[in-house]
């Protein structure tokens, strides 16, 4: 599976960006979607996750501001970002879980939130 990422971009802080990730294959039957991110001289990090029953997990630290979903049907993925924060500022990664816990990821995106 193949995965293009898009939408990052320079934004103020309080303001929104919406990121999308496009797979080459289908994502209906794959284990998991998800957000990681990796802010600049740090590890990569769990930002949210979808199953595949639709159930959603995120990380405390986007809780109540950011928000996953996908589209089955249009093989794609989505994260929305509200309330940016300068600590939001990452290359962020979409990635898919397959069947077999194979990872498959996305080519990072580039947030930066100025304050």
């Known amino acids: 599976v193949q995965l293009q990422a898009s939408g990052g971009g320079l934004v103020q802080a309080g303001g929104s960006l919406r990121l999308s990730c496009v797979a080459s294959?289908?994502?209906?039957?794959?284990?998991?979607v998800g957000w990681y991110r990796q802010p600049p001289g740090k590890e990569r990090e769990l930002v949210a996750t979808i199953t595949n029953g639709g159930r959603t997990n995120y990380a405390d630290f986007v809780k109540g501001r950011f928000t996953i979903s996908r589209d089955i049907t249009q093989n794609t993925m989505y994260l929305q970002m509200n309330s940016l924060k300068p600590e939001d500022t990452a290359v962020y990664y979409c990635n898919v879980i397959g069947r077999r816990g194979e990872h498959y990821w996305g080519q990072g995106t580039l947030v930066t939130v100025s304050s």
């Open positions: 294959q289908s994502i209906f039957s794959v284990r998991d």
